[in-house]
């Protein structure tokens, strides 16, 4: 029977334990809790809290999150602000959430700008479908006949907003980045022009808009003042924040890869994990369960690609922003191309994981047990992991002395960047005369000089590469011994054919043959990305060096960004390429990275034409980007959001059902719509649970905030604030299911805002429950979308 588990030999362990540790000067970061602590309650509380990420700029982050609408709420309670505001007074809470203060400076005051204009051209729409339907009143009424209900005003009225919501929608899916003030528009023109029936004369239409536009600039500047005053946070730290995190990422890689060659050199490196039946595989959430060393692994690595998909989409950002700080743009530049090489190496250092589980399921080691059929030999299992065994514990020495200097060298940049903080030096007093002309000669001494952060540290490196690089003979000569080849003294000088080399490997059997040169094929493999990390970290660490020579570091100037970088600012606005994963607030499975393939990918090619060559041809060509247009991506997914919106607006278009339009708040619907709808919306029911789970969790939030303080003004307002800005961990630590929080967020201040504001205006107050009620109409509006992906299609 083949064994499953993994074999430790003794011999090997003392051999192992004789070389030098892996993690020795303390570079490697231990494990966070010991197995005992693991085992007590603290030890249990210290890991749970772990897993959350709940650390001090977190928690504050998300009370700055917390503090715009709780603001917008407050100040409503002052008389003057009630009756500037009206009935439209809790939209400013819901704008102020929608300005998303918690984001950067940089990136912030660039949404603001978008915003601004989106709430300014919703507004110049507003004036016109108000127009439009005061005209078609006009033209269908006589003073006799003048009702408060028009049909003719009505149509018009829901013609301009399934063309705005289906204009606006399809912009928002090509270019992702304007994701907020798309919807800030939306919520603008589904409240305008329902309404817009209602207007009597253009007198009533211009006060109805120009009361809205201030109710949602007014939200926008809350939410500036809070993200520009309290604690405020510049792109640049957000940025340095992230690298200080890449640069720790990279050496957590390291040390798991240093734990797992560690694991190389006594264990099975072709085992599975253990299970209960021989012929059953362990599978996890997340595919088939490795070893805990390879978890490690593929954990660290999953951690430096997300921080790197991070760090490209936060540069940009700082990098065209004024600020005071050290370091220029260009220089950031420089540390994110120095961070992304010595990425690409570590993560390929990471398949020698894959390596072995290949190996693996193509000698069929690790496959299910199956009695009938052919047992695989046990002997050449055993025969190729003592020679891995024998290998690994041959390259200790330099494995673990190059993982070490590599370590030191990405702890050296960090230092010199000033990402981390060194530490402190012992003080020491001052020596004689005799005892300084002792420590002159002493080398250990003058160690202290070639410590991560020190001056001499880039030659200490140098010397450590050029050791490992002649290590990497010494083991292939080791190599070549054991499997019986014969290497000429100047072989490595003087490289000689195959067909030159000679010994007892040559005429060994074809399998054993091809076995070895796998192993020597990976051997290889393995010490080139070493060798080659290294080379990355010291053309990194050199340029930490430069660039401190210089006096950049020792200095805070102000940094203003060229003419060139914003012109080119301006220029990306407009290019889907600027868009980032966090643009895009839809559906959970919206993370999955996009390909870019360049240009020549982005058009489809058309085999049925060829080029034009005459004018006719060409004012052809471009006559039928209209019908492609039309039948595009991003005008189907704008299609599907007019239909969604105008499936509730229709109840404030009929003349029975006006009334009830306005007494049950379904305008809440028709933002929530807008809201909670993605390109993906109805092709997961996953996505749609969770988009009903929010505004359930909304709804019994509203009840508790509501009724906890006794309905006493003051304590309801702070346990909102509480509410929300525990709301905002899951846009800031589970992005995944940013759309959840949001629509909580957006229908928990609904709720309390608009009731609060009946208050505040003495007008009759239903009960709290009716309000929750009318907002659960809201919610379930959610269904909508799923229900209109088939229709759109067959359309």
């Known amino acids: 029977m083949v064994t499953r588990t993994s074999t430790r030999e003794s011999d090997s362990s003392d051999s192992s334990s004789e070389g030098p540790s892996l993690s020795r000067r303390g570079t490697f970061a231990s494990r966070a809790t010991t197995v005992n602590e693991k085992k007590t309650l603290w030890g249990w509380i210290k890991k749970t809290w772990g897993k959350t990420g709940l650390d001090r700029p977190t928690v504050l982050l998300m009370m700055k999150g ?20 009206t009935t439209l007074g809790y939209l400013v809470a819901i704008v102020s959430i929608l300005g998303f203060a918690i984001m950067p400076r940089a990136k912030f005051i660039q949404m603001m700008i978008f915003d601004v204009l989106a709430v300014c051209i919703a507004a110049c729409f507003a004036l016109l479908t108000m127009y439009s339907s005061v005209k078609a009143r006009e033209h269908t009424s006589t003073q006799a006949t003048s009702q408060s209900y028009n049909s003719s005003a009505s149509a018009v009225s829901g013609i301009w907003l399934f063309f705005q919501i289906w204009l606006v929608h399809t912009f928002r899916a090509k270019y992702p980045q304007f994701q907020f003030p798309v919807i800030i528009y939306a919520i603008f023109a589904n409240i305008s022009s329902v309404y817009a029936p209602q207007m009597a004369n253009m007198a009533a239409a211009i006060t109805l808009v120009e009361q809205l536009l201030r109710t949602f600039l007014t939200g926008l500047a809350i939410s500036t003042v809070v993200s520009l005053f309290i604690l405020p946070m510049t792109s640049r730290t957000a940025v340095l924040k992230q690298m200080a995190g890449y640069i720790g990422g990279l050496r957590s890689a390291l040390g798991a890869h240093a734990i797992y060659f560690e694991t190389l050199e006594k264990d099975d490196m072709f085992g599975r994990a253990e299970t209960y039946d021989d012929s059953r595989e362990k599978f996890g959430k997340k595919g088939k369960v490795y070893s805990p060393e390879a978890e490690d692994i593929r954990a660290a690595i999953r951690q430096i690609t997300e921080l790197h998909a991070k760090l490209h989409g936060d540069l940009s950002f700082a990098k065209r922003e004024f600020a005071l700080g050290k370091l220029g743009p260009d220089d950031l530049q420089m540390i994110f191309r120095h961070l992304r090489q010595i990425m690409i190496p570590v993560v390929g250092l990471s398949f020698v994981v894959d390596i072995f589980q290949r190996l693996s399921d193509y000698n069929k080691w690790n496959a299910p047990l199956d009695l009938n059929a052919e047992t695989v030999p046990e002997e050449i299992r055993s025969r190729a992991v003592r020679d891995w065994n024998d290998i690994m514990r041959a390259v200790h020495d330099p494995f673990a002395e190059m993982i070490q200097t ?22 020491s007093a001052a020596p004689t005369g005799s005892q300084a002309g002792e420590e002159a000669n002493d080398v250990e001494a003058s160690a202290g000089n070639t410590a991560p952060g020190e001056e001499g540290f880039t030659a200490h490196f140098e010397k450590k590469l050029g050791k490992f690089r ?3 003979r010494i083991a292939l000569q080791t190599w070549a011994e054991e499997k019986g080849v014969k290497l000429p003294p100047d072989f490595f000088d003087h490289p000689s054919s195959v067909g030159s080399l000679k010994g007892d490997f040559f005429s060994a059997s074809a399998s054993y043959q091809d076995r070895s040169r796998r192993q020597l094929y990976l051997f290889l493999y393995m010490e080139q990305l070493l060798y080659s ?76 034409h060829l080029p034009p060559d005459t004018m006719f041809e060409k004012f052809g060509d471009k006559v039928r980007v209209i019908p492609w247009f039309f039948r595009s991506f991003e005008s189907t997914y704008g299609f599907r959001v007019a239909c969604a919106t105008m499936t509730i607006a229709i ?5 029975d059902t006006q009334s009830f339009f306005t007494k049950q708040r379904l305008v809440w619907a028709m933002i929530m719509v807008n809201l909670s709808m993605s390109p993906t919306s109805g092709q997961s029911i996953f996505s749609f649970v969770l988009r009903i789970a929010g505004t359930t969790i909304a709804m019994v939030a509203s009840l508790l905030v509501w009724y906890i303080p006794g309905q006493k003004t003051p304590g309801i307002i702070v346990f909102l604030f509480l509410f929300i800005s525990c709301a905002f961990y899951v846009p800031i630590k ?49 269904l909508i979308p799923s229900r209109n992906t088939r229709f759109s299609a067959k359309v």
């Not at 210089?550 to 407009?574: D, E, F, N």
């Not at 109840?651 to 003349?655: G, Q």
């Not at 949001?742 to 608009?754: A, D, E, F, W």
């Open 651 to 655: 109840v404030a278009l009929l003349h």
């Open 66 to 85: 917390g503090l715009a609408p709780a603001i917008a709420v407050s100040i409503y309670q002052a008389t003057d602000v009630a009756e500037e505001y």
């Open 406 to 427: 590599i370590d030191e060298g990405l702890l050296h940049t960090s230092y010199v960047f000033q990402l981390s903080k060194p530490p402190k030096k012992a003080a």
């Open 470 to 472: 002649g290590a990497k």
């Open 734 to 782: 589970m992005f995944r299911f940013r759309v959840v929080g949001i629509i909580s967020i957006v229908t928990t201040t609904m709720i309390i805002g608009h009731t609060i504001r009946s208050i505040c205006l003495r007008r009759t107050v239903w009960p709290l429950l009716v309000e929750v009620l009318r907002s659960h109409s809201s919610g379930r509006s959610s």
């Open 533 to 608: 990390t290294g080379k990355t970290v010291l053309e990194f660490v050199r340029f930490a060096d430069d660039v401190a020579s210089k006096g950049k570091l020792s200095r805070t100037r102000l940094i203003i960004p060229g003419s060139k970088r914003m012109i080119k600012w301006v220029k990306s606005w407009l290019k889907a390429e600027d868009s980032h994963e966090d643009d895009n607030m839809g559906d959970i499975h919206a993370q999955n990275s996009s390909l870019e393939l360049g240009e020549a990918y982005k058009h489809r090619k058309d085999p049925e």
